[in-house]
């Protein structure tokens, strides 16, 4: 069993795989993306998908009508431990996306949408030469500060 990702901007989708909390793009003759009319047939072409085989997905979307092929088979568990998937959902989670988990394993995130209240630029802006605690006492909402916190105990971890 794998877990996948989809992630659906626009016109466009792109696939990758979730690994041990690792995530590995899916490179289609050599594209990232494909046109989303196109994208479930050759997604299955590309994974070598077997009728019957389970699969796990993760779905970042922009458009809510764009689901899950209905001949998948969809896996009663991610294989990847629910922390790498929620971390996995917050790395794609962009400006009025939609997340989705197949299948739904995930309090409150297997149907989220995320907004951003403010726009981008008005995000605060974190010193990469802080130390943790300096970061922590920093806006706690702050994606810039959560990531360096998660940059930092990735680091430590190596």
Not at 67 to 87: C, S
Not at 92 to 103: G, S, T, V, Y
Not at 128 to 154: G, P
Request: charged share 30%; aromatic share 10%; net charge negative.
């Amino acid at each position: 069993m794998t877990d996948y990702i989809v992630s659906v901007k626009g016109d466009q989708a792109q696939a990758y795989r979730l690994i041990l909390g690792k995530i590995e793009i899916i490179r289609f003759e050599g594209e990232e993306y494909l046109p989303k009319s196109e994208f479930w047939h050759t997604f299955k072409k590309k994974i070598e998908y077997v009728e019957g085989e389970r699969i796990a997905i993760i779905m970042i979307r922009d458009d809510p009508d764009f689901g899950i092929d209905p001949d998948l088979t969809i896996a009663g568990r991610f294989n990847n431990d629910l922390e790498d998937v929620r971390l996995a959902i917050d790395e794609f989670c962009l400006r009025n996306c939609e997340a989705l988990c197949f299948p739904n394993a995930i309090d409150k995130l297997a149907h989220r949408s995320v907004t951003q209240e403010r726009p981008y630029s008005e995000a605060p802006i974190v010193d990469d030469n802080l130390s943790d605690s300096d970061s922590s006492s920093s806006d706690e909402t702050s994606i810039q500060a959560f990531y360096l916190k998660k940059t930092r105990s990735y680091k430590r971890q190596q």
